[in-house]
């Protein structure tokens, strides 16, 4: 059964930092392609940061190029997204999310808010 478990979440001031985490089991991650998405309220879930199986490739949405970094330890089965230089607008709910055997899968996400 495959399980994603995000956390890492909270609330910071905004230039603040977090690093959120995701950890998986019931499939073998190490030949697994991993994504971060978020959800602001009343918004579409969109998608955040790529990793490649490897973790030696990686894209990023343009609103957080430069600012978050997508990384991965295959050894823990888990996925990280630092997020520095955070902005109001980064407040959402954070999503890790994997393909496996065609199908979609989905943490229950993590709440990151940005304000003053």
């Known amino acids: 059964q495959v399980q994603l478990v995000e956390s890492g979440g909270g609330s910071v001031q905004p230039g603040g930092s977090l690093r959120l985490s995701c950890a998986a089991s019931g499939f073998t991650f190490s030949i697994s392609t991993m994504r971060w998405y978020h959800q602001a309220p009343g918004k579409e879930r969109e998608l955040v940061a790529t990793?490649?199986?490897?973790?030696?490739?990686?894209t990023y949405a343009d609103s957080v190029k430069g600012r978050f970094t997508i990384s991965r330890d295959n050894a823990k089965n888990t996925v990280y997204l630092q997020m520095n230089s955070l902005k109001p607008e980064d407040t959402a709910v954070y999503y890790c999310?994997?393909?496996?055997?065609?199908?979609?899968?989905w943490g229950q996400g993590t709440q990151v808010t940005v304000s003053s």
């Open positions: 999310n994997t393909r496996w055997h065609w199908q979609g899968y």
């Open positions: 990793i490649n199986s490897a973790g030696d490739s990686t």
